[in-house]
């Protein structure tokens, strides 16, 4: 009899501490559900939201916000857990938040990118944000972008090499032969260092590509965000072990740029790239970084390994799917070549003036990165109450996310949305809203990388379809499945092959 009375004091008094915090977290959340209850979304259970809809399997994740999203055309509302976001597809609020001075801080998921590029650009917040975006703006100028062309110009032509190598394979292993030519590009432009990839212990694109794999897994598996699953699994000491790979790099090429000597051990070969001797200081992004006297070594390390992941993976992502289009729909690939041919000619490095006026290809490429945009989503913390019109607040603390694809694929914005069309971007026939398209994001935030990347693609199409032509298996748009991780990728790959013109 006893034991059923401290039974019964014991249930009472744990639904009293469960009341009491209920009541509590509703009251410091009021605000919260005062202004959330004008926006849209779906059913949100007691502690756990919305977020019963993610439990599913995450290779259907994409499928399942997608379809969710669709149910609402311009704001929807998601509580997860005991966040509150805001997904906005409609430009007009888009318009309203992405240059706000109260939304350029990153949210909760720039917090688990920052454990694979580190506290730089892409994840830091604040004050330190905009005085890192404030040095950083210099090393993207038109000046430092077309000293790199000659470097580009020859990496291209190894890319060319090892893609004819390719022929008469039944499907060319594109996306790994690009990824490293990225990675390659990256280290001898942007750091000025040449590196051989081939003597690091786990080639560096391979690294990259698994510590995403491992982040994506953790964020998309809702019960892998407790540290002790994480960790019992295995995957913690997994990642730390690529982690470390990549960190190894960092250290080294920051150590001898700043020593300016060669350096060669059993896992490493970097030097010194010769190609910069005849360049100004400020050519080089870790040339401009080390030259300020307000960045420590820890942040520039940081901001070496968050270029490395945005600048390679993203470009690398963007160029597999170019490539892909082109075998898909050969009219728009003969197109590209014959005004490569026209302005550029057969033989030669482009010059900066040559690639200006592939605007047909500049077109081809927008059109890519609409239906394929690598970085399918952003998304902002609001430091501060945010109004966005039609009697709808974004609340302090809330979270804001903008979904790319899903505006780029969207009837409301683009007719006939799938369909492949690189004229959507001519001057007379873009008349909708200017954010409607987010290929390389927009505002205050957008990619500093992204003339850096522009000019990489088109001579990289230039340099490469001189020589050959591409081919694929899908037949349209409509036939490629994507796959959710940090950055959009297909899902069973660009199943492209290659011949030689």
Partial sequence: MLFVTISQYLAIACLSVLCIWYIDHRWK????????????????????????????????????????????PDIVKFWMGSKLLYVLKNPKYI???????????KDFFYEQLAQLSGDGLATLG???????????????????????????????????????????????????????????????????VNMNLNSIEGKLDEVIDK??????????????????????????????????????????????????ERSKDSETEIEVAN???????????????MANTDLDESEIKDEVNTFIIAATDTTAKALTSLFAIFGIYPDIQEKVYREVIEKVGLV?????????????????????????????MISRYASGDIDIGDNITVPEGASIAIPILQIHRSG????????????????????????????????????????????NMKLAIAMALRRLRFFSEYKSVEEIEISL?????????????????
């Avoid at 919305?50 to 994740?61: E, G, I, R, V």
């Avoid at 991780?485 to 030689?500: A, C």
Wanted: aromatic letters at 12%; charged letters at 25%; hydrophobic letters at 40%.
């Fill in 29 to 72: 959340r009021r605000k919260w559900y005062s202004c959330a209850k004008n926006v849209p979304g779906p059913y949100a259970l007691p502690v756990i939201g919305a977020a019963y809809h993610f439990l599913s399997d995450p290779s259907n994740l994409m499928n399942v916000a997608m379809k969710l999203m669709d149910d609402y």
């Fill in 211 to 260: 510590m995403i794999e491992l982040l994506t897994e953790r964020i998309l598996k809702i019960w892998n965000h407790l540290d002790i699953i994480w960790y019992l699994s295995g995957k913690q000491k997994e990642f730390q072990y690529y982690q470390n790979r990549l960190r190894e790099v960092v250290n080294e090429v920051v150590k001898r740029k700043m020593e300016g």
């Fill in 126 to 192: 604040g004050a330190k944000w905009r005085r890192h975006r404030k040095l950083i703006n210099s090393s993207f100028g038109q000046k430092a972008l077309h000293s790199f062309l000659p470097i580009m110009a020859v990496r291209s032509g190894d890319l060319v090499k090892d893609l004819q190598n390719t022929v008469g394979d039944k499907i060319a292993p594109l996306y790994h032969i690009i990824s490293r030519y990225t990675v390659e590009l990256t280290f001898q432009t942007a750091f000025g």
């Fill in 485 to 501: 991780t940090l950055f959009l990728k297909m899902r069973d790959g660009p199943k492209v092959w290659i011949k030689n013109r």
């Fill in 412 to 455: 409301e914005y683009w007719e006939d949305p799938l369909k492949f069309d690189p004229d959507r971007f001519l001057p007379d026939a873009a008349k909708r809203h200017p954010l409607s398209y987010l290929g390389f994001s927009h505002g205050p935030r957008n990619c500093i990388g992204m003339r850096y990347a522009m000019l």
């Fill in 95 to 105: 318009e309203k938040v992405i240059s706000h001075p109260k939304a350029l801080d």
């Fill in 348 to 376: 030669g490095d482009p010059t900066p003036e040559d690639l200006s006026q592939l605007e047909y290809t500049e077109r081809v490429i927008k059109e890519v990165l609409r239906l394929f945009p690598p970085g399918f």
């Fill in 275 to 289: 190609d910069h001797e005849n360049l100004p200081r400020s050519a080089a992004f870790l040339d401009s970084l």
